[in-house]
Structures are given as C-alpha cells and as structure tokens.
C-alpha cells in the first residue's frame, strides 16, 4: 500500500502560482512513476503531468505545458507540481497518484490521493 497525502492548494488570481506537494507513505515511493491528475465540477478527472520513478521523463497535458512543472524528491517520498500563470480553467480538485509506469490513464494508477482544491480567480 501507498498512501498519498496532498497539500498546497489555495485560492489564487489569474496569473498566480503555487506549488502542490504530494508526499508518500508506505512502499518505496521510487518505485513508482507519480501523476497529477485533476477534477473540475461537473467534469471528468483528467490527466494534468506525470513523472518517471527516477525523474528521467515527464509529460504534460497540452493546456499546461509551458506553466506547470513537475518534479520529485526521493530522498523525501514526494512529488511537486509547481503551477505557473494560473488560468480560471486550472480550478479544480488537484490529485496524486502511484502507478507502475508513467502513463497517461486513470486505470494505470493504483494509489490515490484525496486532493487538493485549487481555486484561480479572475
């Protein structure tokens, strides 16, 4: 078992950053590849970045690149993503999760976080 907790949400202006953290507990936490996802109200949950266990490849879902960074610490069991630029469209419930492989899909993560809100005014 994995358990993910997330911090660093908040309410912040267009144009604002934060900086999400997620840390872990339980199995090897460099095993894993580590994934944001998000979840707007009345939306999906959708893929935001992911990261490899050792760091050497990362993604990002289109609407981010540019803004969103992604990074982890093993030595501290936690993943981070720096947000950028915010937009209003960023609003949303903010998710961890542990997978096998740094791949794109819900069904590929086995551990999740509860998440944390993020809130861009305009």
């Known amino acids: 078992q994995v358990q993910l907790v997330e911090s660093g949400g908040g309410l912040v202006q267009a144009g604002g950053s934060l900086r999400l953290s997620c840390a872990a507990s339980?199995?090897?936490?460099?095993?894993?590849?580590m994934g944001w996802f998000r979840q707007a109200p009345g939306k999906e949950r959708e893929f935001v970045s992911v990261?490899?266990?050792?760091?050497?490849?990362?993604y990002y879902e289109d609407s981010v690149k540019g803004r969103f960074t992604i990074s982890r610490d093993n030595a501290k069991n936690t993943v981070y993503l720096q947000m950028n630029n915010l937009k209003p469209e960023d609003t949303a419930v903010y998710y961890c999760a542990a997978g096998g492989r740094a791949l794109r899909t819900i069904r590929d993560y086995s551990y999740w976080g509860q998440g944390t809100q993020v809130t861009v005014s305009s």
């Open positions: 339980g199995r090897t936490f460099s095993n894993y590849a």
């Open positions: 990261i490899s266990w050792n760091a050497g490849y990362t």
